[in-house]
């Protein structure tokens, strides 16, 4: 029987042929502690991302399970591919992005929809659910803004305007231009999927 190709080999290879240093210059991650794996920062957890066994698991614990697929992509593009570009200092949409209006769609589409339904009318517990994984309220123009880094050098930004008698909820995301440098478009449909998975769990 023909063995499956895995669709991060070559995420895997990219990673593994790249300076450690480099690696970390780029990224804003860390060396572990025997110098042979990266230990980087998503949303609330700290991941030890191994090149060599091409293993990535939770730092710190004794969990041996495979990450969810989402987190493996996330985490290994971001190592492989980052830059130490700066900030743009501009905030745009995925349709924004260099294709982003073409790829954002369909299955694609951001899942800002689940977001709106989970919080609807209830702002403040995704003030609250936000500020768990490190998020800051900020001004803008919807009822509620929060900022976050779910990467070391990928700030987001999440507008949500709450339900009314004539509105349904609504949600936007945004990003720092910059980070079309820091992942690809599938990878940042991975990123944005387990951020609102993350939020709508974190509520009763």
């Known amino acids: 029987m023909e063995k499956t190709q895995d669709p991060l080999g070559p995420h895997w290879e990219a990673l593994a042929a790249a300076e450690p240093a480099d690696v970390v210059r780029r990224s804003g991650c860390c060396l572990d502690v025997d ?3 990266y230990l980087i920062r998503f949303l609330d957890r700290a991941y030890l991302v191994a090149p060599s066994a091409r293993t990535i698991r939770l730092a710190h614990s ?6 969810n697929f ?3 992509m ?3 593009v971001y190592l492989a591919y980052a ?3 700066p900030l743009a200092g501009q905030w745009v949409s995925e349709k924004n992005l260099p294709t982003g209006e073409l790829f954002f769609r369909g299955f694609h589409v951001l899942p800002t929809g689940d977001l709106a339904a989970r919080f ?3 702002p403040a517990d995704l003030v609250e659910a936000a500020g768990r994984i490190g998020a800051r309220e900020v001004l803008g123009p919807a009822d509620v803004t929060v900022e976050l880094c779910p990467l070391p050098r990928v700030p987001v930004r999440i507008q949500f305007w709450a339900r009314d008698d004539e509105f349904d909820a609504h949600v936007t995301i945004l990003f720092d231009a910059s980070i079309e440098q820091q992942l690809a478009l599938d990878a940042i449909g991975s990123m944005v999927s387990r951020l609102v998975k993350h939020l ?3 509520v009763v």
């Open 35 to 37: 110098g042979r794996g």
């Open 62 to 67: 004794d969990d041996e399970r495979p990450v």
């Open 70 to 72: 989402e987190v493996g």
């Open 74 to 76: 996330v985490l290994l």
């Open 83 to 85: 830059t130490d570009a």
């Open 120 to 122: 609807a009318d209830r």
């Open 200 to 202: 709508c769990r974190a």
